[in-house]
Each structure stands twice: as structure tokens, then as C-alpha cells.
């Protein structure tokens, strides 16, 4: 079945940029998202990349996708200690009806 | 726009009762819902997805006898967590995708609900 895939764990200093990486499976994959949770708190959508595109910018954030290794990474810019969260990977295929989520990567910001 | 809201926030109830939580889309027509269960440090379970007038359709390993879900309107899908144990104790967030939101394909977070079984 699908998978998706994400270190679960990533540490940086403040002010340096945080790169999140996540792999899937799932080559029919029609949508890519970052989503972020905050503790005690639901997700709130990031970002999100339509499988045509290889990247998409938002002010701090970058979003890359390599769809030939199946392969999706954020970037923070400019990291600060209010980014420090749980960024999680999903992505949803062609028919769009189920969303898959990696396991999360929880970003530690040191001041 | 586009608000998912959950309620109660966070609730204890005693082993053996029952605890409905509640999922409203605030702005928009929830045409499917779903609700998903998180460990601690851990990731999101989906548990089941509802559709607006029909039965939920449960993941494999959900007991739907034990966790109904309930989605009789477009803004509301209720899950009621039956006989609780401390098990169960878990925390529990809804999601919702629906019309007349700018990105029908995303799915919208409440901000989930902390349910404590003593």
C-alpha cells in the first residue's frame, strides 16, 4: 500500500534554515502538503504542491519535489523558535479521497 | 475561511461511560470527514471517513461498534467512543473536506480533543 516516509527528528539553530525531507511511495500521487502541529493542537496546513510542479515558494517557505525519486523536502528560511513543531509529509492521490501521513518530524529550534 | 471546530477540548470520563466528541465545519460544506486518532510523539490513525448521509467506512483494526460516528449533516459528524477504557484514552482530531472552500482537495484540522479515561 502507500507509504510515506520522514526523519523523525531535526534540530537547528536559530536564524540557520531547517530542511525537512520525506519519501513516498505512491506514484499516482496528485497533491503533496506540509503540514505543522503545534502541541495539544490540531494540523494546519503549510503549504501544499501539485505533482506537475517541481517547486513552489511562500515567503520562508520552499517546497521541492522530485517526482522521479518520489522525493519532497521543505525548507525553512530563516528559522526561528516559534517554528519548533511537528511538520508532518502527506500526500493524496489521483481520486483525492484519502490522505497518508508520514510519521511526522518534530523540529527542535535552539536560541 | 474554511474553520473546523471540535468540542469538548479535553474531557475525563470514568472507565465504562460513553464520550461523544464533536466535529462542526464552521464555513463550508463538510461533504467528508474524517476522524483520526494520535498517540503520543507519534502519527496521525485514521480511524474512519464519513460521508454526509451514509455509514462510515472504519480502517482495518477500528471496532465500529465501539467508536460511532455519526454524520448527519454537512457541518456535523459526531464520534462517540462507547464503554470507555483507559486504553482509549488518546487524542482524538477531526478533519473535514468539503464545497465552497477554496481547495475542495484539502482536507481542513480541527484542533483536536483530549480524551482522558480514569
Known amino acids: 500500500g502507500e507509504d510515506v516516509e520522514q526523519s523523525l527528528f531535526l534540530s537547528v539553530r536559530e536564524g540557520d534554515s531547517s530542511v525537512i525531507n520525506c519519501t513516498y511511495t505512491?506514484?499516482?500521487?496528485?497533491?503533496l502538503y506540509w503540514y505543522k502541529q503545534e502541541p495539544g493542537a490540531g494540523l494546519q496546513l503549510l503549504t501544499y504542491i501539485f505533482s506537475n510542479m517541481d517547486m513552489k515558494q511562500d515567503q520562508r517557505l520552499t517546497v521541492l519535489l522530485n517526482k522521479k525519486d518520489k522525493h519532497l523536502s521543505l525548507r525553512i528560511a530563516d528559522t526561528q523558535t516559534g517554528d519548533s513543531a511537528i511538520y508532518f509529509c502527506a500526500e493524496s492521490g489521483t481520486g483525492g479521497f484519502k490522505t497518508i501521513f508520514g510519521a511526522g518530524t518534530r523540529l527542535f529550534v535552539k536560541a | 475561511g474554511a474553520v473546523v471546530s471540535q468540542h469538548p477540548s479535553r474531557v475525563i470520563c470514568k472507565s465504562g461511560t460513553s464520550v461523544k466528541i464533536e466535529c462542526r465545519s464552521l464555513d463550508f460544506q463538510a461533504t467528508t470527514m474524517f476522524w483520526y486518532r494520535q498517540f503520543p510523539k507519534q502519527s496521525l490513525m485514521l480511524m474512519a471517513t464519513?460521508?454526509?448521509?451514509?455509514?462510515?467506512?472504519?480502517e482495518q483494526g477500528v471496532e465500529k461498534d465501539k467508536f460511532l460516528i455519526n454524520h448527519a449533516s454537512l457541518t456535523l459528524s459526531t464520534l462517540t467512543v462507547t464503554s470507555a477504557h483507559p486504553e482509549d484514552s488518546s487524542f482524538y482530531i477531526c478533519?473535514?473536506?468539503?464545497?465552497?472552500?477554496?481547495?475542495?482537495?484539502?482536507?481542513?484540522f480541527g484542533p483536536g480533543t483530549r480524551l482522558t479515561v480514569t
Open positions: 464519513s460521508n454526509e448521509g451514509s455509514k462510515a467506512t472504519y
Open positions: 478533519s473535514a473536506r468539503g464545497s465552497g472552500t477554496d481547495r475542495p482537495h484539502e482536507q481542513y
Open positions: 505512491d506514484s499516482s500521487s496528485t497533491y
